[in-house]
């Protein structure tokens, strides 16, 4: 029994102290508290999420890999965007149909014809879940609204994920959206200034979770 109760113990501590983590996060993000925009390979980033999210995915038996990137960059803030892709990612794993799978990819946007405008990338994630109804598909980027909050308790989720996310993408001039969403799946778009990576480095070898 006591070993029970410690093990529930252990259990709701790391949820506080994530949950702790994640608000802080969101702080800074709404505060502006940035050192400065750099330029972020979304290649880079997709793969480190795809390696802290293994254990869940394996889990689940989610399989979760990285498509075509366009050897493609975001300007922002590593540590903020490393945060976006990593809740993203993990989103769409923990509420994924068993044995699905997470396809993460991006691509570039060039500048029009007009002197004012800049190249823009846009990030892709999408997941075979059940989808998300159209009345939610607003207020899913709401700080602790969950769509199935029985679901929710279950899987431990405090609602904050794609509230930081989409706090942190509005901050460095972005958009995110649920670009598509069905009983098939769910894709969810972000949209940040970047382009091509002005030196392109080695192409990491494909991950996948669940291997």
């Known amino acids: 029994e006591y070993r029970e109760s410690l093990i529930i113990v252990r259990d709701r501590l790391h949820q506080l102290t994530e949950m702790t983590e994640q608000l802080m996060v969101l702080v800074r993000a709404q505060e502006g508290q940035v050192v400065g925009a750099t330029e972020v390979s979304v290649e880079a980033l997709a793969h480190e999420a795809v390696a802290a999210v ?26 903020l965007l490393t945060r976006v892709v990593d809740n993203l990612v993990r989103n769409a794993v923990q509420y994924n149909r068993p044995g699905g799978e997470v396809v993460i990819t991006a691509s570039v946007e060039e500048p029009g014809g007009n002197e004012w405008s800049a190249a823009h990338t846009t990030l ?45 993408v509005r901050l460095f001039g972005g958009t995110i959206r649920v670009a598509s969403s069905s009983a098939d799946g769910t894709t969810l778009e972000v949209r940040m200034p970047g382009g091509h990576a002005t030196m392109a480095g080695a192409t990491p070898e494909p991950v996948l979770a669940n291997s």
Do not use: C, Q, W
């Open 54 to 79: 293994a254990p869940l995915a394996r889990e689940r038996g989610i399989t979760v890999r990285v498509g075509p990137t366009d050897n493609a960059v975001i300007y922002a803030e590593r540590l």
């Open 124 to 168: 892709r994630v999408a997941d075979t879940g059940h989808g998300i109804p159209d009345a939610d598909r607003e207020k899913v980027f709401e700080r602790f609204y969950r769509v199935e909050r029985s679901r929710n308790r279950r899987m431990g989720g405090a609602g904050l994920g794609l509230a930081i996310a989409s706090e942190v």
